[in-house]
């Protein structure tokens, strides 16, 4: 299988290319040139896998340029009971009204990305070694995209990590979760800044081409193919888990921000997974919500983006929707090209007129939560079923509840765990209530923190990672 990009101008790369590039050259996203279709048998077959059996089988028809040996090992040790809490690594469960909820956040940050950074990690890692090359990531973040990354990267061969987050603008639970790392490839930088200054520090050393060459620089942003790919097992996880019989279909619900999440459900879907609809749950940065209502796509810059209790849905230039609109538009890469131009300048597109494909043929629907919905569903859960969930999900049940057909089954995506979000749940169902917490980090704030403070000047984090990779 090739990886192409979403406008037409790149010559076709492996799977491996297209794990280790960031950006097409063209400046779009790579993709592969059709989608692998599963047949009815083959669907029956999977029913029965193991997560990790599943993800062996449709991993395999995307990363074609590894010996599939060598992928049931790196699989195999990373969908394990030990990092996802349980052998169904996704449990699904159901609340009082029927609604689903399929966990993706057992992994050891608590949230999703989880479930693809860890595969991630152990792909370079093999990549690399073949390769005999060694790479330096950097990266911004403000709390969950970072520590998912450290997380899959510890004390891994031939790759360091550099996570630049803000001086003092985490919660706690976040700051000790990336700080109380030992390992010696990665590197905590704690900027005097907003995260905006972080990101900005990236892009300025990114373009420091003699830089970027000379210390292998790379980054694992949410637009990597192989995220993509590992998200999409889920859902045929999930599928299987929420029916008894290939007949039937199911619609997901999916907390939304750069569309990377819900985008493995449409590719899930275009391979033949029965779903019904793809719901995509926005908070009050609700661009893609507009979107899938009237077909006019009006992504806003960081000042008009604003700060919510799902912030990690708080993005207005959903970097992932490129990948969609390539599909939507058959493949016509100029045309993408053309509407992203168009996004480059600041204005957005009008894609109304297919808005009945948008819905029929790819069954997208959307729907927005606000605070208030956030609270009151999380207060609703709780007294209706006894249990908490985080405001991410609690923004996808909210719009699930809303948008339920009769006898529709639906699945809501659980993006995080309650306890990395404690004040919001504080504030919805009271300071007395205990959010519980994994085991293994009861205590996590105690432990000793590893981090060096620096000031928000690209050229001073320049020189802290030549000191370090000397
Ligand atoms: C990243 C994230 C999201 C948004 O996922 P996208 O792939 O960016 O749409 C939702 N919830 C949580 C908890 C996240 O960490």
């Avoid at 990009?5 to 097409?24: H, N, V, Y």
């Avoid at 980054?219 to 888990?241: D, E, H």
């Avoid at 985008?263 to 908070?283: D, F, Q």
């Amino acid at each position: 299988m090739k990886y192409i990009s979403t406008r037409g101008q790149t010559a076709p790369k492996s799977f491996s290319q297209a794990l280790m590039a960031g950006l097409a050259d063209d400046g779009g996203l790579l993709l592969p040139q059709s989608y692998p279709h599963i047949d009815a048998f083959t669907l029956h077959d999977w029913r029965s896998l193991s997560y990790a059996e599943l993800a062996l089988q449709i991993i395999s028809l995307f990363a074609t340029d590894i010996p599939k040996a060598d992928l049931q090992t790196i699989i195999s040790k990373t969908y394990t009971a030990d990092v996802f809490g349980s052998d169904e690594i996704t449990p699904l469960r159901t609340l009082h009204d029927g609604v689903n909820i399929q966990a993706l956040s057992n992994g050891p940050t608590l949230a999703f990305k989880d479930m693809a950074m860890q595969l991630l990690g152990n792909l370079f890692e093999y990549v690399l070694g073949r390769e005999n090359r060694y790479l330096n990531i950097i990266g911004a973040t403000s709390g969950d995209t970072g520590s998912a990354a450290e997380y899959a990267l510890r004390g891994k061969d031939r790759v360091n990590v550099f996570m630049l987050s803000p001086f003092g603008k985490m919660s706690d639970f976040q700051r000790a979760q990336m700080y109380s790392l030992q390992d010696g490839n990665i590197f905590n930088i704690a900027i005097k800044g907003m995260f905006d200054d972080c990101q900005d520090i990236v892009k300025a050393l990114q373009n420091d081409h003699a830089f970027k060459a000379n210390y292998h620089l790379s980054t694992v942003n949410s637009i990597n193919w192989g995220r993509i790919v590992a998200q999409v097992v889920y859902y045929f996880k999930g599928y299987f888990a929420a029916t008894n019989s290939n007949e039937q279909k199911v619609s997901f619900c999916v907390p939304s921000g750069n569309f990377g999440n819900v985008l493995a459900g449409h590719i899930a879907r275009s391979m033949g997974l029965p779903i019904h609809r793809l719901i995509v749950a926005t908070n009050e940065n609700d661009v893609l919500n507009e979107f899938f209502n009237t077909g006019h796509y009006r992504p806003r810059d960081a000042a008009h983006t604003f700060v919510t209790s799902s912030p990690s849905m708080d993005i207005s230039k959903a970097s992932n929707f490129e990948r969609f609109v390539y599909d939507l538009l058959d493949h016509d890469g100029a045309k993408v090209q053309q509407l992203w131009q168009q996004v480059a300048t600041g204005s957005g597109f009008d894609l109304s007129p297919l808005l009945d494909k948008i819905h029929n043929q790819y069954g997208f629907a959307a729907g927005k939560s606000t605070h208030t919905d956030r609270l009151h569903t999380i207060a609703q859960v709780y007294a209706e079923d006894g249990e908490l969930i985080d405001p991410h999900t609690a923004d996808g049940v909210k719009v699930a509840r809303q948008l339920r057909e009769a006898g529709e089954i639906i699945v809501c995506l659980e993006t995080a765990q309650p306890a990395k979000f404690a004040q919001t749940i504080h504030e919805a169902v009271g300071d007395n209530v205990k959010i519980p917490r994994p085991d293994n980090l009861v205590g996590l704030e105690d432990l000793p923190q590893r981090v060096t403070i620096i000031d928000n000047d690209a050229a001073a984090v320049r020189e802290f990672i030549e000191a370090q990779l000397k």
